[in-house]
């Protein structure tokens, strides 16, 4: 397959941390506008190859294109943020001494560069797009509290707020419903699949009942490397992967 | 340490042994020799002259007596009996003497003697025949300082007594000085070509400065001679400069020693536990202060043990500072974890209790420490003389280096505290019991600092300002090397060591130091981890 | 119009300590001139002196703050922006004291006659210029700090990193300042000051004008802070402090920010040093002793770090100490200020105004339980410092 015409592009990606690799020969493809769901068990290497996209750590071999010609090992963490990827943490980090609504601010797309930070002046736009999210993430009750005293759920909804008010084309999304209710969890799965309508995600989860709900294709990581690709039916009947979750 | 000093008395016999093998001297009888004597009031300078020759060859040591005072107009003779005497004017009369036995005899009338003359030709022999005559004398000590006199007037005249004076000459590095001090008279006479060009190869086998002063003024004399020199002085220069590499990498160890002595504790502390100490340097100084307390009591009350007060120092400084290091980590530092700038502070602020403690305890003047006999002295190495205490510091830090990586690598101690590192909650799930491991770490740290602050006290002013001088220091050493890696701590110290040591000659100790600080804040910014950086995410947090 | 557009950069709290600054910018100079000696509310010079060194150390101790309470990075260096800015003062009035020197050299400075030099160093000229010397007490700092930060912040160096090589940078400044050839007086430094802009800088009324002078830059500081920490740019500083690579995966060019913020520090500092020296009428290379800009630290943990007006508070009380204990029991005040830092790190980690501030809410939260509805958490004025957390 060719990098062009893709939105996400890894081949033969491998990288190795002190002689252990945590990625081995990896080759993932994302076309533009889909959901991908990466599952795998702990240690498999799903919070490494976010950060292989996301420019935190360099591969030592291999290729990782955007938009089918933007090589990303070249670029640093904030070039590739403004190219539109934005990413939600495994662990919940939100700017815990900044309000809801700052940390909106914060995340909210429009120039980076600190001199029209220290003259900016919130646009109505701005301000209508922060009330849109608000309303979205269901914490325009909260807009004045700080984030550090927000619940566990909270902010992973606070976050992926700010991934929206980030505006990208590609999001991913690190174990979004980790400490969520099953309630909560549904909705999550709801306001995946609505963003889903208008940008490409890759979420990783554990959960397989949250996997079901995404009703998307699947990508299984083992040590490091894909186990299985396809339907969530068809990968979890697979019987390597039946092993890798069930031998340990 | 008996033992050394078992050594150096053997060495001297030895040498006093030698000495009396090789005395030179060959006396003659008065009888033989009056003759001689009384010849030098001859009725003219010929026979004066070889009057002198007559007694230069008897090579008795009297001789070069009678000669100086000869030439000093010293020596008279009586008209009546012509006898010869050593006379002095006193009043009317001379103060006789008999220049041979030293006997006093009757004075003389001024009237009644006459002064033997001397022109200049005559006294330039008897210089040169002094001379000699010192080079054949039976004090070791003189025939070298006759060599060196000869070496530095390079007179063409004294190589036949050079000549003499060699082939009777047992002492071997006499003898080369002879050598020497011929080729370079050699140099400087009439010689043939070949004969000089053997000179040079002579004269730069020795002294490598002494004989750049010999051959420099040769170097532009044109023919083969000047080409000789040339290549001879090249070489020499080679040499030197050679050696200087050698003594500024010996200065520079030393250096980098007492920087690892310093810095090897807060890898520790800093490395393996991520813990800022600013009171580093209070434990090495306080390790110092030690080392004080025991040699007072050593003077006190037992002075012969002096030669050992170090070795007592060591284990006593480990425990004080180690146990000062316990108390602070239990104390203070245990509340902080995971707050490294907080650390900073707080540490700093015991680092100022410690040392106003010290101030109020001892005074703010420097205290003496004393170092035993076995540190002291020098000895030679090549063309460069190092001194016994530099050689010790490498030796010392190397071992405590050694010791510390067996403790890290072999003990339960050094297990736990490398699981810790790794990763802290895993440990204390496995029944590690993770604060004991820290306090017993910065225990270990703050011991070695203090065993460190032993061996400064011998090299450094005792006060209790010692440990600030230390700390920005060993912070660099430990982050230039790499932190969490103790071999990168030996590697860092060693090169910042030996860096200043190289820089120090064209830039000074000061601007030495400067560039140094300055390429290491450069080189941070190239690889924030150090030299021998960690990967991973345990370094991260 | 000036005061809404005043009043949406600068907090309550930051707008009562400009006032008070400007306040006591005109009243304690008119009580020092004004007022006969023997009235109680008359403040001798000395004080005045003494005062305007207290505010100059909080103006330090503001920099000090943006940099360290509002972006996390602690520098153990500032006290070399502020010599330099010291250094860069002294020079100018060096240059006042003309053929008045003890060698009566017209151009030369003593030191430089006892040196032996024959000409002026190249980098003296133009310091006899009042606004050129002016230029240089921001433009010296200001590109030592961008040349400094920008090597630092590009390759990521942070946290007791970062530390560490500010206070060797101002070590090594410390050595070099100390030689004869660098040509800046050596270990004895620059003094003998005989005027400043043509007054003689002994008199009164001078030193009261230098008070003034730096009771109003402090309020400008404080503006300055309070601007930037309200603006966006603010609310990215904290963002960092927090949570830094989380602000990369933003978009943010984080080196940036901060290189922004450590550059005005650093000039903000400068100007501190130069307010200073003509005050204390000395400058040599103890300035530049690590200790030195430790103890700034200190100052500002103690006052609260995070806070504008904190840092004020800690510079004024803890050097009222010093000056209080060095006279009076000379060895006690290393124990109390090594106590102080430990003391204020283990038990006042948010200073006193965070003392204050958790105070309050607590109140507030007391208060609103009564009324038995669920309180908004809303802290604007509160510190809240969470351990920096690294982003996964
Ligand atoms: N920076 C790092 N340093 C060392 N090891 C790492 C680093 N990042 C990831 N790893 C290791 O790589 C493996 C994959 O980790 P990760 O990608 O977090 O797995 P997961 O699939 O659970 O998200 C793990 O064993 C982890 O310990
Ligand atoms: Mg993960």
């Known amino acids: ?248 | 340490m008996r033992l050394n000093r078992l050594l150096s008395v053997f060495i001297l016999m030895l040498g006093f042994c030698c000495h009396i093998a090789q005395s030179n001297a060959q006396t003659v009888d008065d009888a033989t020799l009056r003759p001689l004597v009384q010849a030098l009031a001859g009725d003219n300078f010929e026979n004066t002259t070889k009057a002198i020759s007559d007694l230069v060859k008897t090579g008795d040591p009297r001789v070069s007596k009678i000669l100086d005072a000869l030439s000093a107009g010293d020596l008279y003779v009586a008209k009546a009996d012509k006898t010869v005497f050593l006379g002095k004017r006193d009043g009317s009369d001379y103060a006789a003497t008999d220049p041979l036995t030293g006997t006093k005899l009757d004075p003389v009338p001024r009237s009644s003697a006459e002064k033997i003359k001397v022109n200049n030709r005559l006294r330039r022999d008897i210089a040169a025949a002094i001379g000699g005559l010192t080079l054949m004398s039976d004090n070791i000590a003189e025939r070298r300082s006759a060599a060196e006199a000869i070496l530095k007037t390079r007179d063409p005249e004294s190589i036949p007594l050079l000549d003499q004076a060699i082939a009777a000459e047992k002492d071997a590095g006499v003898k080369v000085l002879m050598q020497q001090a011929k080729a370079a008279a050699v140099l400087n006479s009439d010689a043939a070509d070949d004969v000089k060009i053997a000179a040079i190869t002579e004269v730069s086998a020795g002294n490598s400065r002494d004989a750049l002063g010999l051959l420099t003024p040769l170097e532009n004399v044109q023919g083969p001679v000047g080409e000789a020199a040339k290549a001879a002085i090249d070489s020499i220069n080679t040499k030197l400069a050679f050696w200087n590499a050698i003594q500024n990498v010996v200065y520079g160890l030393s250096l980098g020693s007492v920087l690892l002595l310093a810095a090897i504790g807060l890898a520790i502390t800093f490395g393996v536990m991520g813990v800022i100490n600013m009171a580093h340097g209070e434990m090495v100084m306080i390790g110092a202060y030690t080392t004080f307390v025991v040699q007072q009591i050593i003077r006190t009350s037992a002075p012969g043990l002096f030669d050992y007060s170090l070795l007592i120092a060591l284990p006593a400084a480990f425990l004080v500072s180690g146990g000062i290091g316990v108390v602070i980590e239990r104390g203070i530092i245990r509340f902080l974890y995971g707050r490294p700038l907080e650390t900073l502070l707080a540490t700093w602020g015991i680092s100022l209790v410690l040392q106003q403690a010290i101030r109020s305890w001892f005074g703010a003047s420097n205290v003496q420490v004393g170092n035993p006999s076995w540190m002291a002295g020098s000895f030679d190495l090549g063309l460069i003389t190092l001194t016994w205490s530099r050689l010790w510091i490498i030796v010392f830090a190397l071992s405590v280096f050694a010791i510390l990586q067996l403790v890290l690598k072999k003990t339960m101690l050094g297990l736990r505290m490398r699981a810790v590192t790794q990763n802290r909650r895993m440990a204390s799930s496995m029944g590690i019991r993770t604060p004991w491991v820290d306090a017993l770490t910065f225990g270990l740290g703050s011991g070695i600092a203090g065993i460190a602050g032993v061996a400064l006290s011998q090299i450094d002013n005792v006060s209790p300002n010692l440990g600030q001088g230390y700390i920005i220091d060993s912070f660099m050493v430990v982050v230039f090397g790499g932190v969490g890696n103790l071999w990168g701590t030996l590697v860092g110290a060693m090169s910042l060591g030996i860096a200043n040591k190289f820089l120090e000659p064209f830039a000074g100790a000061v601007l030495g130091k400067i560039v140094v600080l300055v390429l290491i804040i450069l080189f941070i910014q190239k690889r924030p981890r150090g030299l021998f950086a960690l990967k991973g995410r345990a370094i991260e947090a | 119009m000036i005061t809404q557009w005043f009043f949406t950069h600068v907090d309550r709290r930051g707008g009562i300590a400009i006032a008070l600054l400007v306040a006591i910018a005109f009243l304690v100079p008119l009580s020092n001139l004004l007022l006969p000696e023997t009235s109680p509310l008359h403040i001798p010079t000395y004080l005045v002196s003494l005062i305007g060194k207290y505010l100059t150390y909080a103006l330090l101790a503001v920099a000090l703050d943006l940099v360290w309470g509002f972006c996390g990075i602690l520098s153990l260096g500032h006290g070399a922006f502020f010599a330099l800015g010291g250094y860069a003062m002294g020079m100018y009035l060096m240059r006042q004291i003309g053929p008045r020197g003890v060698y009566a050299d017209p151009v030369l400075p003593d030191f430089m006659v006892f040196l032996n030099w024959k000409e002026l160093p190249w980098f003296w000229h133009g310091f006899d210029n009042f606004w050129f010397a002016a230029l240089m007490v921001v433009l010296v700092p200001g590109a030592l700090a961008f040349g400094f930060g920008w090597l630092a912040f590009r390759s990521r160096v942070t946290g007791v990193y970062l530390s560490i090589i500010t206070q060797a940078l101002t070590y090594a400044l410390l050595l070099a300042f100390f030689r004869n050839d660098m040509g800046f007086g050596g270990n004895n430094g620059l003094t003998d000051f005989k005027d400043i802009l043509g007054f003689n800088i002994q008199a009164g009324t001078t030193r009261s004008m230098l008070f003034a002078a730096t009771a109003l830059f402090l309020a400008l500081a404080v503006f300055v802070s309070s601007f930037i920490i309200r603006s966006k740019l603010g609310k990215v500083l904290v963002g960092v402090r927090d949570a830094e690579s989380r602000m990369r995966f933003l978009g943010y060019r984080v080196d940036r920010y901060k290189l922004f913020v450590w550059t005005i520090s650093a000039m903000m500092a400068g100007i501190a040093g130069a307010l200073y020296v003509p005050q204390v009428g000395i400058i040599n290379p103890s300035e530049f002793e690590p200790a030195n800009s430790i103890e700034a630290v200190i100052w500002v943990a103690v006052g609260g770090r995070g806070t504008i007006i904190g840092p004020i508070i800690g510079a004024v009380l803890v050097n009222f100490g010093k000056t209080y204990f060095t006279a009076a029991f000379p060895e006690i005040w290393l124990f109390a200020l090594g106590a102080l830092f430990i003391i204020v790190t283990l038990f006042l980690p948010k200073g006193i105004l965070g003392l204050y501030g958790s105070w309050r809410t607590k109140l507030a939260d007391r208060a609103a339980r009564k009324k038995d509805s669920a309180p908004p958490p809303v802290a604007a004025e509160n510190v809240h410092l969470p351990e920096p957390q690294a982003a996964e």
């Open chain 1, 1 to 248: 397959m060719k990098a062009q015409d893709t939105l996400l592009y890894l081949d033969g990606v491998s990288v190795s941390f002190d002689g252990f690799r945590a990625i081995n020969n990896l080759s993932l493809v994302l076309q533009a506008g889909e959901m991908r769901a990466i599952i795998g068990p702990n240690g498999a290497g799903k919070t490494t190859m976010m950060d292989i996209i996301t420019g935190k750590t360099k591969p030592d071999a291999g290729d990782v294109y955007f938009n089918g010609e933007v090589d990303l090992t070249r670029h640093d963490e904030a070039e590739i943020a403004l190219l539109g990827i934005g990413r939600k943490f495994q662990k919940p980090t939100v700017f815990e001494s900044h309000t809801v609504e700052d940390n909106l601010v914060l995340a909210l797309s429009g120039p980076r560069s600190a001199f029209s930070a220290l003259f900016h002046k919130q646009s109505a736009n701005e301000a209508e797009r922060i009330e849109d999210i608000l309303y979205t993430i269901r914490l325009n009750g909260k807009r004045d509290w700080l984030a550090a005293n927000l619940s566990h759920g909270q902010k992973q909804w606070l976050e992926i707020g700010m991934l929206l008010a980030q505006d990208p084309k590609l999001l991913l999304v690190d174990e979004p419903v980790a400490g969520m209710t099953d309630a909560e969890t549904a909705e999550t799965a709801k306001l995946l699949r609505e963003i889903a309508k208008t940008r490409s995600v890759l979420v990783v989860e554990h959960d397989m009942h949250f996997v079901r709900e995404l009703d998307v294709k699947v990508t299984c990581l083992h040590e490091g490397s894909v186990l299985a690709e396809g339907s969530l039916d068809f990968v979890s009947n697979d019987q390597r992967v039946i092993e890798v979750y069930l031998g340990r």
